[in-house]
């Protein structure tokens, strides 16, 4: 979430204090305190489940500059990993900590990436075909190719290496490396979750032994989810009333 979406509409003191500024507070309770201490008004939420909200413009003027502040040093560390970090250099990194069974797997996607990118239907479904004739071994399908390399275009090496470590207990999630993954990921216009996975495990790795076992992007979306646990049914009830009110303006 941007600076501009964010004060775009009044917000609890909760989403204040998950903006984790410095030198305030970071949970519920000691919010509202801090919101009733410096005389902030506040107004019944129209959202579902009630509550209070706080509007941006009416808390004091150095807290309004220190969440601005905030929300700039986030673009910044954000470009500034980019800048330091290439797409490939996190490949490479990714791939060397991999187990040896994943990085041959990889390897032959690669292979079939760079020779058959640029096929599409039947004539990639041919030239698997051929490959499967040619590598009985390694026999794949149009379908596990196609997804694989859209997947590679979107996420890097990590679309070919598999999700080894998924399951291992203890790839537990170090709640520092969360953080840092959802606050890349909850930026406006941020990268893939995969990308911002790769970042976050090349700054919280500092070796080929604690990167091979440090937990796939899919626990840190399964933490995610954990942290959210109503959030696809709030999806869900948003959805259906929309098409409810399609519905409504489209009748006859």
Same mark, same amino acid.
């Given at each position: 979430? +941007?600076?501009?979406?964010?004060?775009?509409?009044?917000?609890?003191? *909760? /989403?204040?204090?998950?903006?984790?500024?410095?030198?305030?507070?970071?949970?519920? !309770?000691?919010?509202?305190? $801090?919101? +009733? %201490?410096?005389?902030?008004?506040?107004?019944?939420?129209? $959202?579902?489940?009630? @509550?209070?909200?706080?509007?941006?413009?009416?808390?004091?003027?150095?807290?309004? #500059?220190?969440?601005?502040?905030? !929300?700039?040093?986030?673009?910044? +560390?954000?470009?500034?990993? $980019?800048?330091?970090?290439?797409?490939?250099?996190?490949?490479?990194?990714?791939?060397?900590?991999?187990?040896?069974?994943?990085?041959?797997?990889?390897?032959?996607?690669? =292979?079939?990436?760079?020779?058959?990118?640029?096929?599409?239907? +039947?004539?990639?479904?041919?030239?698997?075909?051929?490959?499967?004739?040619? &590598?009985?071994?390694?026999?794949?399908?149009?379908?596990? =190719?196609?997804?694989? !390399?859209?997947?590679?275009?979107?996420? @890097?090496?990590?679309?070919?290496?598999?999700?080894?470590?998924?399951?291992?207990?203890?790839?537990?999630?170090?709640?520092?490396?969360?953080?840092?993954?959802? @606050?890349?990921?909850?930026?406006?216009?941020?990268?893939?979750?995969?990308?911002?996975?790769?970042?976050?495990?090349?700054?919280?790795?500092?070796? %080929? /032994?604690? *990167?091979?076992?440090?937990?796939?992007?899919?626990? !840190?979306? #399964?933490?995610?989810?954990?942290?959210?646990?109503?959030?696809?049914?709030?999806?869900?009830?948003? =959805? %259906? %009333?929309?098409?409810?009110?399609?519905? =409504?303006? &489209?009748?006859?």
């Amino acid at each position: 979430m +941007n600076f501009d979406t964010f004060i775009s509409i009044p917000r609890t003191a *909760l /989403e204040y204090a998950q903006l984790e500024v410095s030198g305030y507070p970071s949970s519920k !309770f000691r919010m509202i305190e $801090r919101l +009733n %201490k410096e005389g902030v008004p506040r107004y019944q939420s129209q $959202r579902r489940g009630g @509550g209070y909200v706080y509007c941006f413009h009416d808390l004091p003027k150095k807290w309004q #500059e220190d969440i601005i502040a905030h !929300f700039h040093s986030r673009i910044q +560390n954000e470009i500034e990993i $980019r800048q330091k970090l290439s797409s490939k250099e996190l490949d490479s990194t990714i791939y060397a900590a991999a187990p040896e069974y994943n990085q041959r797997k990889a390897d032959k996607y690669l =292979v079939l990436y760079s020779d058959y990118a640029r096929l599409k239907g +039947n004539a990639l479904k041919d030239a698997i075909e051929k490959y499967n004739q040619e &590598h009985p071994g390694q026999r794949t399908s149009y379908q596990r =190719v196609k997804a694989a !390399f859209k997947k590679y275009e979107q996420c @890097g090496i990590a679309a070919f290496l598999g999700k080894y470590g998924k399951n291992l207990k203890k790839t537990t999630v170090p709640d520092d490396a969360f953080e840092h993954w959802k @606050g890349l990921i909850w930026n406006e216009g941020a990268p893939s979750y995969e990308f911002c996975w790769k970042v976050t495990a090349s700054l919280h790795c500092t070796t %080929k /032994e604690s *990167l091979a076992s440090f937990p796939h992007v899919t626990r !840190f979306c #399964e933490d995610c989810g954990r942290h959210i646990p109503n959030l696809k049914f709030i999806l869900r009830a948003m =959805v %259906k %009333k929309v098409v409810a009110k399609i519905r =409504v303006l &489209h009748r006859p």
